[in-house]
């Protein structure tokens, strides 16, 4: 099956209208997530990676769970499902996303996942620039509408949570493997799969984008691009 990747950009009137009718403020996060594992009233989160130009996280969600109808109005967001089934939802469309499907959302989007499997959900969250607290909650299950991120009683130390450069490059969510990568070569790419996904952690305009590999084009990585690759093991 051909697995596919939607690209939302445009903000719509109705998520402007719903962002423009709530107060928030813009705060910054100061707490290091790293090896925390934050417990959600749908399942739970950790940070994988972040350096200074973007933070990826992995989210457990349980089967009919889902996450608030939520925006983010300083970062772009992109999502990959990395097992079983998911329904991302916008003000205005749903798209039902397979593994190694993804959707990849403007700032200001408002957009909300739920897991459709009976077994949960994995998604893979890229945001740019880092700021977890960057977060406006339109409408909730759970009762978190106009409430900020989780307090720090909903976290927990885990080792070995979060990927580093120096000893700590993948990991493996049951069929998916998720390799950080430092490209010296292009033909490094050629040992994975067309139908894997990629994502640019390095500077660059298209840090936190997620492609097909088969559709990435040389020009966007140069040599010494840092890059995270999401294949099927």
């Known amino acids: 099956m051909s697995k596919s990747i939607k690209y939302i950009t445009d903000i719509s009137t109705q998520d402007k209208n719903a962002l423009n009718n709530l107060n928030y403020q813009n705060l910054i996060c100061d ?13 739970s989160e950790y940070l994988l990676f972040e350096n200074e130009f ?30 079983g089934d998911v329904s ?5 469309e749903s798209h039902k996303l397979n593994t190694l499907d993804g959707v990849s959302l403007n700032k200001k989007i408002f957009h909300q ?33 106009g409430k900020e991120y989780e307090s720090k009683e909903n976290y927990s130390n885990k080792a070995n949570l979060t990927l580093n450069l120096s000893n700590n490059t993948s990991t493996l969510i049951n069929n998916t493997q998720i390799d950080l990568l430092n490209i010296s070569n292009i033909n490094q790419l050629n040992l994975y799969n067309n ?13 936190g984008k997620i492609f097909k590999l088969k559709d990435i084009v040389e020009n966007y990585i140069s040599l010494n691009t840092l890059v995270l690759i ?4």
Not at 115 to 144: A, H, Q, W
């Open 88 to 92: 991302c939802n916008t003000l205005n």
């Open 54 to 83: 973007c933070a990826i996280w992995v989210l457990n969600i349980k089967y009919m769970e889902n996450t608030s109808m939520h925006c983010h109005p300083k970062k772009d967001t992109s999502l990959v499902c990395l097992d």
């Open 113 to 145: 996942t739920q897991s459709i499997s009976t077994e949960g959900s994995f998604i893979l969250e890229i945001e740019t620039p880092v700021n977890k607290f960057d977060l406006v909650r339109i409408n909730d299950t759970y009762g978190r509408q």
């Open 230 to 233: 999401i294949s099927n093991h």
């Open 195 to 207: 139908n894997s996904v990629i994502t640019i952690l390095s500077d660059s305009l298209y840090c």
């Open 31 to 43: 707490i290091n997530f790293t090896d925390l594992l934050v417990k959600k009233p749908w399942g």
